[in-house]
């Protein structure tokens, strides 16, 4: 989803961009709607890649029947139902539990590298509603050579919505999403999570070290002295020129040889590759470097 801020995917998501074929006329009227939808609905699409809107519009136009852009920013303008429904096609909030369990070891190593040392700091960048700073808190539960009570996780979305999910910490199964297949990462979650019909609430123990606070990645100042970062399947959607400076606050926010995982699917622009020490280049686990461009 793309959707409803419970990490369904729609399929029609994931369906391509319409065919482009109405040349500069739509170019035009597509860079109009946008321009509406960043004054009038006041969400920013400069900072997002145009692959990225274009499928969200797309997907939108389908859905309400309308063949061209033109049609589609006529019904816009018009009816504030679909700026609503717009406003949530456009929101990012896919998310799981221990998403892509391959990284997960790879960030299990890391924590284990890391405790022992007094306190590890860990930070998810873009956590969306909660799912993985608590993986986090989980996975340093359960495995014998982390020691839990040292971990502290720092859960920031730009969204106050996924934050009061995250902040309660109850989620619901549904027929798209499969919490127990999600958790199954673990031998046996159920020392973590209380599952009650359909639901699943984090168990006390685990929230005790996570914390939430909004925090917007290409606006806001950096934080610092985090030992682990943790920013995933964000950046895929995120404009060039803005990705860098998000890469530099996260830089800025980490101590100097701290960790930084990024989503498997994006990459560190060339520009930082010399802030990073590629770790687990599959994983796209890296460190950052002692000293780097970002501290200038
Ligand atoms: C696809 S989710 C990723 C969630 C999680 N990291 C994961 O990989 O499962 C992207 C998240 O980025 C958040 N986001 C979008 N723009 C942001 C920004 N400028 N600063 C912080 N978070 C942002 C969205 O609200 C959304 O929750």
New binding site residues.
């Given amino acids: 989803m793309?959707g409803d801020g419970a990490g369904e995917i729609d399929p029609e998501d994931l369906d391509l961009p319409l065919d482009d074929t109405g040349g500069d006329d739509d170019e035009e009227t597509f860079t109009e709607l946008l321009a509406f939808v960043e004054d009038e609905l006041s969400f920013?699409t400069s900072?997002y890649n145009d692959s990225y809107l274009d499928r969200r519009v797309s997907s939108r136009m389908r859905r309400t029947q309308c063949d061209t852009y033109e049609a589609y920013f006529e019904l816009l303008r018009q009816d504030p139902a679909e700026q609503e429904a717009l406003l949530e096609a456009l929101?990012?909030?896919?998310?799981?539990f221990f998403?892509n369990p391959d990284v997960w070891e790879g960030i299990r190593t890391v924590l284990r590298r890391l405790s022992g040392n007094g306190p590890v700091r860990v930070w998810?960048?873009?956590?969306?509603?909660g799912?993985?700073p608590y993986s986090l808190a989980m996975l340093a539960h359960d495995d014998p050579e982390i020691d839990e009570s040292s971990v502290y996780v720092l859960g920031?979305?730009?969204?106050q919505p996924?934050l009061e999910t995250a902040r309660e910490g109850v989620y619901e199964e549904s027929r798209t999403i499969d919490l127990d297949e999600q958790l199954s990462f673990l031998d046996d979650y159920r020392r973590y999570v209380d599952v009650d019909g359909r639901n699943y609430r984090i168990a006390d123990d685990v929230r005790t070290n996570v914390r939430f606070q909004r925090?917007?990645?290409?606006?806001?100042e950096p934080k610092s002295g985090f030992d682990l970062v943790?920013?995933?399947?964000?950046f895929i959607?995120?404009d060039n020129a803005?990705k860098r400076s998000?890469l530099e606050t996260i830089a800025r926010s980490l101590r100097s040889s701290g960790y930084l995982v990024i989503?498997k699917a994006e990459t560190i622009p060339p520009n930082l590759q010399s802030a990073f020490a590629v770790r687990e280049a599959r994983l796209r686990i890296y460190q950052r470097a002692e000293s780097s461009a970002t501290d200038q």
């Avoid at 929101?91 to 799981?96: A, D």
């Fill in positions: 793309i920013a900072h929101s990012i909030n896919v998310t799981g998403r998810s960048a873009a956590c969306a509603d799912r993985e920031t979305d730009i969204s996924a925090h917007d990645l290409i606006n806001d943790v920013c995933r399947n964000l959607y995120i803005y998000m989503g």
